[in-house]
């Protein structure tokens, strides 16, 4: 049974440039949530998507924005990369809102 | 928002002893508290977690506790082995099935000593 998987595992872009991350959740999962995890932090939550639309939102600016396929893979893309903006990114699936969370290995993003 | 304060940021046991990791939260809507376990290069990891409705559970070496009135969790790990070292995070959220936001602390990176 494949958990949540995430591509690419590593991504360097410049700052000013655009980034797509991209997600399969768990086998029957239909949620998908993304977060942003610094270093030595714990991860921050960007947003949630069911039903292909978004669903929740943290406290992350416009130029973080998702989607969801109807086969519940999902994308983050992030706009106008700032150095900030360096962080491993994971996504976790999970069914409806009844069980908690699977987390992918994550995509760790260096801005330079 | 929800606020999540961990303790300590790192904790050093001797093999076979227990450790406790300590969270507090802000927001009494809060009803799900996980705990996941993260190590180098991968994921973080659900390893237990509790809902409001109980005031404890056990997972074989691992019990969590959950007291309400004063908004602390706390995530208990007995006969410690080296491969408990890893990074532990928790979480709160308001979803009492966890499936919405997480608000989680900063983490503790829990050493083994062999």
């Known amino acids: 049974d494949a958990g949540v998987t995430q591509s690419p595992t590593h991504l360097i872009k410049t700052r000013g440039q655009q980034v797509t991350l991209r997600c399969s959740p768990k086998?029957?999962?239909?949620?998908v949530s993304w977060y942003q995890q610094a270093l030595g932090q714990g991860p921050q939550f960007i947003f949630q998507?069911?039903?292909?639309?978004?669903?929740q939102r943290g406290n992350f600016p416009d130029r973080f924005s998702g989607h969801q396929f109807p086969n519940y893979s999902s994308e983050l893309n992030v706009n106008a990369l700032l150095l900030g903006d360096s962080a491993l990114y994971l996504c976790?699936?999970?069914?409806?809102?009844?069980?908690?969370?699977?987390f992918g290995s994550g995509t760790r993003l260096t801005v330079v | 928002g929800e606020n999540v304060e961990q303790h300590p940021s790192t904790l050093s046991v001797q093999e076979g002893d227990s450790a406790v990791i300590k969270c507090t939260y802000s927001?009494?809507?809060?009803?799900?508290f996980p705990w996941y376990k993260q190590e180098l290069g991968k994921g973080p990891q659900l390893i237990i977690d509790?809902?409001?409705?109980?005031g404890e559970k056990k997972d074989q070496r691992i019990a969590v506790t959950l007291n309400k009135t004063a908004k602390h969790f706390s995530l208990h790990i007995t006969e410690t082995q080296p491969e408990d070292s890893a990074v532990y995070f928790c979480?709160?959220?308001?979803?009492?099935?966890?499936?919405?936001?997480?608000?989680f602390g900063k983490g503790t990176h829990l050493i083994i000593q062999p």
């Open positions: 979480a709160a959220s308001d979803s009492g099935g966890g499936a919405d936001g997480l608000t």
């Open positions: 927001d009494s809507a809060s009803n799900y």
């Open positions: 976790a699936s999970s069914l409806s809102q009844l069980h908690g969370y699977t």
């Open positions: 998507y069911y039903e292909e639309e978004e669903r």
């Open positions: 509790i809902r409001s409705n109980v």
């Open positions: 086998s029957g999962h239909d949620t």
